[in-house]
């Protein structure tokens, strides 16, 4: 089993920064891809961004630019630093780890923006 705790959420105005980061109890080298999600209220939770193994990420479009992602090996943590932030931004940030058997999520952490 692994446990991810996210941290680094809070409360900032529209045009903001925050640094999620999400430490892992093992490795994280051993998982395909480093994964954060995000639900707002009211909305399926959504793929935000990810980094895999070899370094490739991907970015959501309403997220390109703003975002960006992250992994420290030796810490086992993966960051989203998230710039230019937006009220539709506001969610509960997710981190999840998988590799190709399975995944572990994150308790999540809140995002809010005020505009």
């Known amino acids: 089993q692994v446990q991810l705790v996210e941290s680094g959420g809070g409360s900032v105005q529209a045009g903001g920064s925050l640094r999620l980061s999400c430490a892992a109890s093992r490795s994280i080298s051993r998982f395909s891809f480093m994964n954060w999600y995000r639900q707002a209220p009211g909305k399926q939770r959504e793929l935000v961004v990810n980094i895999a193994d070899g370094g490739n990420t991907y970015y959501a479009n309403t997220v390109k630019g703003r975002f960006t992602i992250s992994r420290e090996n030796a810490k086992n943590t993966v960051y989203l630093q998230m710039n230019s932030l937006k009220p539709e931004d506001t969610a509960v940030y997710y981190c999840?780890?998988?590799?190709?058997?399975?995944?572990?999520w994150g308790q999540g952490t809140q995002v809010t923006v005020a505009s």
């Open positions: 999840y780890a998988n590799d190709f058997r399975t995944g572990y």
